[in-house]
């Protein structure tokens, strides 16, 4: 009946999600698991929402957290327990990273982590060899610190679009090119440097002629420029400009020329990252908004029992919990080698619209307290609408829904 009513294509689609989702069906978290969120939730409650509101008043990096996340070995869960790491997958390292931002971090419990072990350790951990393997990953996973160089000025969003060239001299590679919006470029000590070898005009197509390098920092011939933000005080993002940068053919990660396909292994851990952390900010700020609407009295009744205020933190609620289940699917796909584009993408759509709703309406319940610093939720305020632009923007994760989902034509 099921098969008549909605006809075959869908219930092809239905078993394959069953397929896909059924061995996540135990939601009960396993011991290794369960320490992960319980040393993240201590971690947090040492550097709570005052010790940011400090931070990012001062433009200061967190060294004292990011020293607590390398002794706890959050860095290292996604490496290989030979490189002396946990050996855990992007579930394990989403766990940490959503725990940290909901119980108080706000986006920097994400953030470093990101930088690092996402753009460094998983990027080596899928496609170094293992020379690049022995001599990054023990590094990464004791707390050295990475950046990733994606992004121009010139090409945005459209990553095959990009200028910086590389060319191959005498056995190495001359790099020239500008980028932007490189945060932790500063304090990191190894960059993903992301290239062209071949003219975007002169590739078979357009997906080739992108290569990926393994960059040692700092660099003489790498210069970097601060670029000032609206928020995210604690970590610095720079404009890059890089000078006949001369790299070894070594420092090739992966194969040349296919950069774009081997890249995909790091753009989507981001995308769940920061999905990650649109959750964790939208429950964050509705746990605070839930505490204060239970205390403040407006006409001899709390707040909280006017539907006005319950109802749009608990529809918020409800969505940060389906879109918590995404993600996690994404993570799990990643995890055993599928395809997980599709599952990535609308877990950013569906938490960034969640989390947004979610700080804006706690906002609304602090009222002219929520627009003061002392409160912290417009820095939650701050931090959630740059995961609406970053990694990717919104437009363009719902443009891949469109296309690579729904079937639709290219929209861009």
């Not at 940011?52 to 004292?64: A, S």
């Not at 062209?196 to 970097?224: Q, S, Y």
Request: hydrophobic share 45%; proline share 5%.
């Amino acid at each position: 009946m099921f098969c008549i009513f909605f006809g075959k294509a869908f219930y092809s689609d239905f078993l394959e999600n069953v397929r896909l989702v059924v061995g996540v069906m135990d939601f009960e978290l396993t011991p290794e698991q369960k320490m992960i969120v319980e040393t993240a939730t201590e971690i947090a409650r040492d550097y709570g929402p005052e010790y940011w509101r400090e931070k990012d008043r001062k433009h200061e990096f967190p060294e004292d957290f990011w020293k607590s996340l390398v002794e706890a070995g959050f860095p290292g869960i996604v490496i290989p327990e030979k490189y002396g790491g946990s050996g855990m997958g992007m579930f394990e390292m989403l766990l940490a990273m959503e725990t940290l931002v909901s119980e108080g971090c706000g986006l920097a419990g994400e953030w470093f982590l990101c930088l690092s072990a996402v753009f460094g350790g998983l990027s080596i951990v899928k496609h170094g060899n293992e020379a690049q393997k022995e001599k990054y990953l023990p590094k990464i996973a004791k707390g050295m610190e990475f950046c990733l160089a994606l992004t121009e000025p010139d090409a945005g969003t459209n990553t095959l679009n990009i200028k910086t060239m590389a060319v191959k001299q005498d056995g190495e590679y001359v790099v020239n090119g500008q980028k932007i919006f490189i945060s932790g470029a500063d304090r990191a000590k190894g960059m993903l440097l992301v290239t062209r070898t071949t003219p975007v005009d002169k590739a078979p197509k357009r997906t080739l002629g992108l290569t990926l390098f393994l960059v040692d920092l700092p660099n003489p011939a790498i210069e970097i420029i601060p670029i000032e933000k609206h928020g995210m005080n604690y970590s610095k993002t720079f404009e890059v400009y890089i000078s006949d940068l001369r790299v070894p053919k070594e420092n090739v990660l992966g194969e040349p020329e296919k950069g774009w396909y081997l890249l995909l292994d790091t753009l989507n851990p981001e995308r769940m990252s920061f999905s990650a952390a649109a959750c964790g900010l939208g429950l964050l700020a509705i746990k605070k908004a839930v505490e204060y609407a239970k205390e403040r009295r407006v006409f001899e009744a709390p707040i909280g029992a006017h539907q006005a205020i319950q109802f749009p933190l608990a529809e918020a609620k409800a969505k940060i919990e389906a879109a918590r289940l995404l993600n996690y699917k994404a993570a799990w796909l990643y995890d055993r080698g599928q395809e997980c584009g599709a599952e990535a993408n609308m877990a950013k759509v569906a938490a960034v619209e969640a989390g947004t709703e979610a700080v804006y309406h706690a906002m609304q319940t602090f009222g002219g307290y929520g627009y003061t610093v002392e409160y912290d939720v417009e820095r939650w305020w701050r931090e959630i609408n740059l995961i609406r632009l970053a990694p990717v923007t919104h437009q363009m994760a719902l443009a891949f829904i469109g296309q690579h989902v729904l079937g639709l034509p290219k929209s861009y």
